[in-house]
């Protein structure tokens, strides 16, 4: 994965980065400057004359403080989508989100799926692969059928979505994974309309620990834990993580590359190192609960002056305090201790 992002161009839209230009008064050499890279480069990618490398990209998205690349592409051209509107038995129905680059660098989109003959819906989750070389392909496998793997070991637990089948979309330019249906929004889009009752910050912080807990019990790390992976089920109120793309397998299965993940303020600051374990998790899961308790993110270590402020019982802040410490050893070693705290919480 890593080679296939350093060597594959991307196409950036010269309009867009004009207009962020504009925004912040840059001239093209500011720019170049920036980001470390040729007035030149910077005059053909503006004018739509070449293509840069990711690596490029990343250090324009990087000099515009922008948080995804996505941010600087044209807009996803439909007839990209796949050609037909079956995937196996489902049929396209509504789409449920514009084109999204992933941590991995790979582009998706989201739509709801209606079962061809029962009165039934799925999410599918539709990976571009268009103008990928077949060695290309074979690299991106581990990562394409992740998501699948992990739900199958799993099995059926109630904040853990359940996976129906992955599989390439009949022109050979996608691939779809596709999941049962939860009608609701995510946890991301809750916290951006207001702040969470604490009652439903206790509730959603538990089951987001079971469902870790179960995760951690099959010897899967989730790495990459955020109020955007988390669903919230309109019916019944509960959580349910998804997208685990990114999960690493402590089995032997080949890891999915973690270079050049963009920064993402609720992951562990060993995620990405080759000392990555369950006190990872702890601390993604951590975070996002002192969101949802505050109703904002707190910057990485102003953790304990802020939840001082919330009212918490001692246990409960001593106990996200320690989780969201930086050095994992300070970080308890397992759910089986977050989750007796919070049985406790009354």
Known sequence: MADRRKHRTVELDGDKITAL??????????????????TASVSLILRNKHQPYWSTAKKLQAALGLDSIDELCPPKNESSDPDTDAIQEWQKDVAQSRWITASNQLQFRIWRLRHEHLSKYARGKCYDLLGMSTAERKRCK?????HAEVCSRIGRHPHIINNLTTCESQDGEHWWVIDEWIDGTTLREYLQAGTCEIKLAKKWGRQMAEALHAMHDHDILRRELS???????EQSGDVILTEFELAKLLDGSPTV??????????RAPEAISDKVGTRADIYSWARTV?????????EKGKEKSRLAEAGLPTEVESLLIKCVSVSWRSRPSEFDKVLSVL????
């Open 257 to 266: 590359s973690q270079d050049d993940w963009p920064t993402d303020p609720y």
């Open 142 to 146: 581990a990562l394409l059928i992740r």
């Open 21 to 38: 230009m504009r925004e912040r008064g840059w001239t093209v050499e500011r720019l170049a400057q920036e980001a470390v890279i040729s």
């Open 290 to 298: 002192i969101h949802l308790l505050l109703g904002e993110l707190p």
């Open 343 to 346: 049985e406790a919480w009354k």
């Open 227 to 233: 109020p955007q992976t988390v669903l919230i089920d």
